[in-house]
């Protein structure tokens, strides 16, 4: 069965320093991976996602991510961090032809002044 | 272009009773999809209708339904509501419903089953 595990729950960051939220995926086939972010009370937005086009992905907002096939890895990455990004963070995996989307646990991103 | 919305964004009902939650996609978008977020399930997927037809299936009771009009408005419906039906359900819709496309989210209709 398809899954993706988020390792972390919870990760706290000071404002102006990196931020790495980690992600795994069950690999089967060839998947299409995406990062979305959930502010308070609102819906998921996406932050940037892999269609095996380049491995390393850029998203808004400074966000990137990178595609290891051998590591089965999609870890989500900023160089800085804002006080506005903290939220919840979903990897999310989902294969060929029109299979659902498949959602990680998430994992909460706060950002300490 | 206007994003995909939901409504009503709240709801309150209580045990034994029905609730009909809709959404209307991104114009063009034929797919949509519906999830159902709790704190301790996550997000998990309950249908995909695409061209009024149901394509996909979460692993959800009976209780759970929906369909989808010519316009490609989506009603999700869930009878006999249970406390644990309680949770923020959210839409997503995209063009074709294929792997590779995004799929963008409405806010959600959090809904508290009383």
């Known amino acids: 069965a398809q899954s993706v595990t988020q390792l972390d729950s919870h990760v706290s960051v000071s404002e102006g320093t990196p931020v790495l939220l980690r992600c795994n995926y069950s690999?089967?086939?060839?998947?299409?991976l995406f990062w979305y972010v959930q502010h308070p009370n609102k819906g998921l937005q996406l932050l940037l996602k892999?269609?095996?086009?380049?491995?390393l992905v850029k998203g808004i907002n400074g966000f990137e991510a990178e595609f290891k096939k051998s590591e089965t890895s999609f870890h989500l990455t900023k160089p800085s961090a804002h006080m506005s990004d903290a939220a919840e963070y979903f990897c999310?995996?989902?294969?060929?032809?029109?299979?659902?989307?498949?959602f990680g646990k998430g994992t909460r991103l706060s950002v300490i002044a | 272009k206007a994003g995909v919305t939901q409504t009503p964004r709240y709801l309150i009902k209580t045990r034994g009773q029905q609730v009909t939650l809709s959404c209307s996609p991104i114009?063009?978008?034929?797919?949509v999809s519906w999830y159902q977020q709790t704190p301790g399930q996550g997000l998990q997927f309950l249908f995909e209708?695409?061209?009024?037809?149901?394509?996909n299936k979460g692993n959800f009771p009976g209780r759970f339904s929906g369909r989808q009009f010519s316009n490609s408005r989506s009603e999700m419906n869930v009878s006999t509501l249970e406390l644990g039906d309680s949770a923020l359900y959210l839409c997503?819709?995209?063009?074709?419903?294929?792997?590779?496309?995004?799929?963008?989210f409405g806010p959600g209709t959090r809904l508290l089953v009383l």
């Open positions: 997503a819709s995209s063009l074709v419903g294929l792997d590779q496309e995004t799929q963008y």
């Open positions: 690999s089967s086939y060839s998947p299409s």
């Open positions: 892999y269609t095996s086009a380049a491995t």
């Open positions: 999310v995996v989902t294969y060929s032809g029109n299979t659902p989307l498949v």
């Open positions: 114009s063009g978008h034929r797919s």
């Open positions: 209708y695409f061209s009024e037809t149901q394509r």
